[in-house]
Every structure is written in structure tokens, then in C-alpha cells.
């Protein structure tokens, strides 16, 4: 007989672990125990030699679905008595995973539908489904530690929960209609509540539904009258809105299904939209954000409706999510029709993920419910526990300390003072939540920007990142540290020459970048209009190459005369600018409604990709060059349909990435950078590049936008350290 203790970290609170564990060492005659520490979880366990080593071997192979286990430590242990059971809880100083929420299970969905105890109730859950970083308050992760410790369970409840043969066993968020949370709407509860919402979204109106991270407002996606309501109300006229889709009816508003629609983390996945539907779902573009119950709460809505839902945050355009039932009535009256409301509390907002599918493979364009926190492993140990900030779009905020970074879900944009707090609000709760503090500041080196701005206010020592190294850095991290040429393509961001980049191509590893190739660079007059106004890249892409612009281009008459003198221009090789300039040459969107629409619109009009040259490529002090100017002629010529312009100027760039790994002599390349979101540039430089025997990536764990700035500064900082 030997007796060992196991540590195992990663993703093994709240998704079953402690009764698979159980189960596992009943089966194999293990005796012992095991339980949740901080983030861990802990197992004594002692049987012969070989039924040890096989134990150890089905904790990994053998784990629930949404477990996602590490064995971190092995040691000699010592346990004298018989049989195996689930000790409580032990605290911690140190988090090492948390649980995602996870949207309902095949079983309980099944259970909802037969009469008994759960039949319809909007809270059904499992080990293997339901809320968890939603709801957490503190670790370990037990009942106690959630918001769910506001309903003390019944004894039906309680006798499941103790049960090692249900699957309910150590379920913390289990409840039923007689012990857990309730549906309210006005003055109708439960079913009559669920009754009461689906009738006014019958009715035309909009209702704002508080769900697992959030509220959302859903309303007929098929009633355009309805449609045109809430993009008045939400002063969003253009941006595409997601649909909410019973599980039959997938394939009547999008071409093909995909797995990732069916992932637990239900995500919304934009995929190609089916012809004929509403343009003013989404106007322009080619695919449609889709997803599939998230909750049992949704389910109920979606099934009941059985059409499609719009479903899209419930908050102030550029505002945080709105979480309780108070903050929902006072900031969404004259948003919303009505209210379904619940009463388990959202200890912390969680937006919905959003995924696309590029290169074969979902990528993460934004990090919400179901895959938030996400947790990385460092090339590297850091000496201290640093907080990076990100950038000041697509916020998000990263803590690592060791080996190991935790990456919080999506913010938004800092924009305004209600964003800020929000951000400052997620700065401390992470790192009460992990029992980690940071020691260092990490900010991006724009002294603008609110989170930089942010974190000179904390007299903590704060290190600065420069943009476009946090790009190339975030996905060298999640590759190890290699060395690689890494496409650094986004629409703005401040380099240390102080020209605004985002047309770089940087060659190295993180903490040691250079510039190896980058586009011509293109004065833009109007400072941080440029970015909601694409007619100013298009008409100084004109400028610059002595053409005169499209008649009825340039509304401003004293335009060109500023751009002329200098007056509020700057410099910027981004790639974005480019993209915008195409759009408002083609006369796709000279006025943007919402951050990246242009780019969004031309991806969408452009046919299949052709062969195309590069750009003219010079080498300048040793960087490569390329002169985007031929493609004007090109863009202008009305003799070319739209989508064929489009597609060229696509292929265009994607063999300009190509031509200068060539040039460099690259033979690990990546893609980094909010450009490379648009599906049809990045599939076609990622199969120029394999064509030319090197090795391609594009970030799949963290999101090539913005998004991921957060991790890469850490990266970043991290590799200085050790190249000390």
C-alpha cells in the first residue's frame, strides 16, 4: 500500500472535479479524500502502487468536460484510514483557476422538459452546468462563497447535493422552485413571469431580461418595426445585432451550423446569414452573430418564442452591462417595454463571447461568459505580481504572478466615466478574488490613454509597453517565446518614434523587437475623428498621391487646406486607415457608425480572393517599405464592379505580407493585430505563407485585437526581465 498527496490546478472548481474524483477512486479502490483549497484542488490518496499510477492517470484522461486539470505537485503522503470521501474546504492565499459559466447541460435540459420538481424551471443546474464566475464572491468555491448562499436549499436539494451517485453531488448553484431563485415580471412570478415576457415579445415590445452575466434586451428579430425601435432608442443605427435561436431553427437564418455554436460556453459565432433575412439585422455584411441558449432562462425564451430573438446588451451605448434589478429600471427606462427580472444576484458582469470562425478554427474576437477568466501559462517566472492594463479600446486587464496570467473578461472602451469605474472596479476585484497583489503597473506607453492615465494615479511603480510590441508579444507568448516576423496590423497605436503605427511588421522575441517591414506612411488630418470618419483616410490617401478625390468625398471644404498646412495631422502607417480609405473610396462608408464598420462592409462586399502582386517594396535605413499609392488607380476605376475592387485590394495586401516574410527570410510568421479579424486577409496571407514553406500562426487562445494588449504587456515585461 502507498499513499500520495496530488495538487491539481487549472480549471477544477465548480465543474464536477470533486465528485469525478470520488466516483474515480471508488471505482479504482483508492481510499483517501480530497477537497477545494484556494483554487486547487487537493487529494490524499492510498492504494497498491499500480492502481495509484492509473488513478493519477484518469484524473487527467478521464475529467469532466469542463474541467480543465493540471497535476501541479506529487508528493509522499500518509492516511491510515478506510474508504474515500469529499472533505470541506480549505482557504488559500493564492488562486490558481476559476470556473467559467456554463450554459445548460443536455441532462438538465432534458430533466426541464419531463413533469417533476424542475420541469421548466429556469434555474436548473448540475456539476456539469450552470453559473460559476458570475456568481462567485470569494474562493474556494463552495455555496457559502456565491450568491446563491441567499437560498438555503430544501431537503430534496440537500439530499442530492450529498448524494455521490447524483449528479447533483457537490453541485454548489443547485436549486429548485421551492428552494432557489425566481422569475419576476411586474407582478407576475415564475412560470406566470416566463408567460407574461413572451407574450409582450409576441406583442412587438422590448424586454430587458436579466440573465447569467447581465441584461439583455430581446425582442422579435422578424419585426422591423421593432428593430427600428430599439436602434432609435440605443442610438445605433448600423451596428449588427446578435441573434438569440431556438436549436431547430439554426439553419433557417445561417448557411451551415458550426460545433463551436454548441460549445458550453455558448458564444455568439458569426457565421454567413442566410439570404433574404432582414437587412437592418445587419446591414452590409455578410455573416450574421448567432448563438444558442446560454441558460436555462434562455432556453425557455427561445423554445417558447420558437423564432429568432434579438438579443443584445442591455446597457447605455459605450456604457458597462447593467447587472441588477434597480441599476436596469432607472438606466433602461424609455430602452425597454418591460422587465423579467430575477432574484440571484450577478456578483460580477460578464458580456457574451464572441467567436469567428478563421483559418479552420474558432478564434475569440471578444472573451466573455463561458471563457472568462482566461488562464495562460508564462514562458518565464516572474519575480513579482504584476497587473497589466491593456490599451484603451476593447479594454481588458491582466494579472499574473509566477508562471501563470489570468486575463479578466471584456471591459469596452474607456470612454467615459461610468467605463473607468467599471475598469477600476475589475483592477481590484481580480486581485481579491486570485488573493494576489500586484506589485507592478504595467500601462501602454500612450500617456492618453484612460488606463495609463489610470495607473500613474496608483503610486505603485508602473512599466510601459509600447502598443504594437504588446501585439507581437501577446501572440509569441501564447507560442512559447519564439522568435518570429510578426504582422502587427491594427488601426492605431503609438510607436517610439512617435508616429502612429499599425503597419508593422517586428522581427525578434518578446522584449527585443525591431521593425522589419512596415506600409508607407499617410498624413491624416482631423486627430481621433479620423477613426469614426473613413472619408478623411480616403481623401488624404488622394492627397498624398496628387489625385484629386471622388466628387462628393470631402463634405469639409477647409479639409484639404488643414491637411495642406498640417493643421491637427498626424502620421500613421496603419493598416486599418487603409482599409477605412478603401471603404469611403468605394463609397461603402464615409461616416462610421461604429468602430470598424468600413473595414467590416469592404471584407463583406469582396469576391473570392485572385492572385495579386505585391506593392512596390523599398528598403528604407533597413525596413522595408510598401507604397500603397498603386492601389488607388485600382479603387477608383468605376469600370471594375465594387466586389472586384475589393477583393484586389485584399489580395493586394495579402501578398504584400507574403513578398516581405520572403524579403526578411522568416520562417515562423504570425498574425497580430485587430486587422486580422477580417476572415478573408488573414486566411489568404496565412496560405501565402505556407506556400512558401513557413510556418504560420493567428492567436486562437487570446483575441488578435486589442483584447489581448493586456497579456502581451505582461509578455513583454516579463521577457526585460529576464534578458536583465
Request: proline share 7%; charged share 20%; aromatic share 6%.
Amino acid at each position: 500500500m502507498a499513499c500520495e498527496r496530488i495538487t491539481l490546478s487549472g480549471v477544477v472548481q465548480g465543474v464536477g472535479f470533486r465528485p469525478f474524483v470520488y466516483r474515480l477512486a471508488q471505482r479504482l479502490g483508492v481510499s483517501g479524500w480530497v477537497r477545494n483549497a484556494a483554487g486547487v484542488v487537493e487529494i490524499c490518496a492510498a492504494a497498491a502502487p499500480e492502481a495509484l499510477a492509473e488513478f493519477r492517470a484518469a484524473l487527467l484522461a478521464k475529467a469532466p468536460a469542463a474541467a480543465r486539470p493540471e497535476i501541479r505537485a506529487v508528493t509522499p503522503g500518509e492516511f491510515t484510514g478506510a474508504g474515500f470521501s469529499i472533505l470541506d474546504s480549505t482557504a488559500g492565499e493564492m488562486v490558481q483557476g476559476l470556473p467559467p459559466d456554463l450554459a445548460p447541460c443536455p441532462d438538465c435540459l432534458a430533466e426541464m422538459e419531463v413533469p417533476g420538481r424542475r420541469h421548466r424551471y429556469p434555474f436548473i443546474n448540475c456539476t456539469q452546468c450552470g453559473p460559476r464566475y458570475s456568481i462567485i464572491r470569494a474562493l474556494p468555491y463552495d455555496r457559502a462563497n456565491t450568491s446563491m448562499a441567499a437560498f438555503p436549499m430544501c431537503g430534496a436539494c440537500a439530499a442530492e447535493y450529498a448524494n455521490p451517485a447524483d449528479r447533483r453531488f457537490h453541485a454548489e448553484p443547485v436549486a429548485c422552485p421551492a428552494c432557489g431563485p425566481r422569475l419576476r415580471f411586474g407582478t407576475a412570478e415564475g412560470e406566470a413571469a416566463l408567460a407574461a415576457c413572451l407574450a409582450a415579445l409576441r406583442a412587438g415590445r422590448i424586454v430587458a431580461v436579466k440573465g447569467v452575466g447581465g441584461y439583455h434586451l430581446f425582442y422579435d428579430a422578424a419585426d422591423e418595426a421593432a428593430v427600428a425601435r430599439l436602434r432609435a432608442r440605443k442610438h445605433r443605427p448600423e451596428k449588427p445585432l446578435a441573434l438569440l435561436l431556438p436549436k431547430a431553427r439554426v439553419l433557417d437564418y445561417v448557411v451551415a451550423d458550426d460545433p463551436a455554436l454548441h460549445l458550453p460556453s455558448r458564444p455568439i459565432l458569426l457565421l454567413e446569414k442566410r439570404p433574404g433575412l432582414p437587412e437592418a439585422l445587419a446591414p452590409g455584411l455578410a455573416e450574421l452573430g448567432v448563438m444558442l441558449a446560454d441558460s436555462p432562462l434562455h432556453h425557455l425564451l427561445a423554445e417558447g418564442f420558437g423564432g429568432a430573438l434579438v438579443a443584445t446588451s442591455a446597457n447605455r451605448s459605450g456604457e458597462p452591462m447593467v447587472t441588477d434589478e434597480a441599476q436596469a429600471e432607472a438606466e433602461l427606462t424609455g430602452i425597454a417595454d418591460g422587465f423579467l427580472h430575477h432574484d440571484r444576484k450577478i456578483e460580477r458582469a460578464v458580456d457574451d463571447s464572441v467567436l469567428r470562425i478563421i483559418d479552420g478554427a474558432p478564434r475569440i474576437i471578444r472573451a466573455g461568459r463561458g471563457l472568462s477568466p482566461i488562464e495562460m501559462q508564462l514562458p518565464f517566472t516572474l519575480e513579482r505580481p504584476v497587473l497589466a492594463l491593456g490599451g484603451h479600446m476593447k479594454s481588458t486587464i491582466a494579472l499574473a504572478w509566477g508562471d501563470r496570467a489570468v486575463i479578466s473578461p471584456h471591459l469596452g472602451e474607456l470612454d467615459n466615466a461610468p467605463a473607468q469605474a467599471n475598469f477600476a472596479r475589475m483592477a481590484a476585484d481580480i486581485q481579491a478574488l486570485y488573493g494576489v497583489r500586484a506589485e507592478v503597473l504595467i500601462a501602454d506607453a500612450h500617456a492618453g490613454y484612460a488606463s495609463t492615465r489610470w495607473a500613474r494615479a496608483q503610486g505603485l511603480p508602473v512599466e510601459t509597453v509600447w502598443h504594437h510590441h504588446a501585439h507581437a508579444s501577446t501572440l509569441a507568448g501564447e507560442h512559447g517565446g519564439a522568435e518570429m516576423l510578426v504582422f502587427t496590423w491594427d488601426g492605431v497605436g503609438l510607436g517610439p518614434d512617435g508616429a502612429l503605427w499599425g503597419g508593422e511588421a517586428l522581427l525578434g522575441r518578446p522584449g527585443d523587437w525591431r521593425v522589419a517591414a512596415r506600409l508607407k506612411r499617410l498624413r491624416l488630418q482631423g486627430g481621433d475623428a479620423v477613426a469614426r470618419a473613413p472619408w478623411r483616410s480616403g481623401a488624404a490617401m488622394c492627397w498624398q498621391a496628387g489625385i484629386a478625390p471622388p466628387e462628393g468625398l470631402v463634405p469639409d471644404a477647409l479639409a484639404h487646406a488643414a491637411w495642406a498646412r498640417g493643421v491637427n495631422c498626424h502620421e500613421s502607417s496603419a493598416v486599418g486607415r487603409l482599409f477605412d480609405g478603401a471603404a469611403a473610396l468605394l463609397g461603402l462608408c464615409r461616416n462610421a457608425s461604429y468602430e470598424g464598420q468600413g473595414p467590416a462592409l469592404l471584407e463583406a462586399l469582396a469576391d473570392a480572393l485572385c492572385e495579386a502582386a505585391p506593392l512596390p517594396l523599398r528598403e528604407v535605413d533597413g525596413i522595408w517599405e510598401a507604397d500603397w499609392v498603386p492601389l488607388l488607380p485600382m479603387l477608383l476605376d468605376e469600370s471594375l464592379p465594387r466586389a472586384e475592387r475589393a477583393a484586389r485590394f485584399h489580395a493586394a495586401l495579402a501578398a504584400t505580407g507574403a513578398e516581405i516574410a520572403r524579403l526578411v527570410g522568416a520562417r515562423s510568421v504570425g498574425l497580430a493585430g485587430g486587422v486580422f479579424q477580417n476572415r478573408k486577409l488573414a486566411e489568404a496571407l496565412l496560405t501565402r505563407l505556407r506556400a512558401q514553406g513557413m510556418t504560420a500562426h493567428l492567436g486562437r487562445s487570446i483575441p488578435c485585437n486589442d483584447a489581448g494588449l493586456s497579456f502581451g504587456q505582461v509578455v513583454e515585461f516579463g521577457a526585460r526581465q529576464w534578458m536583465r
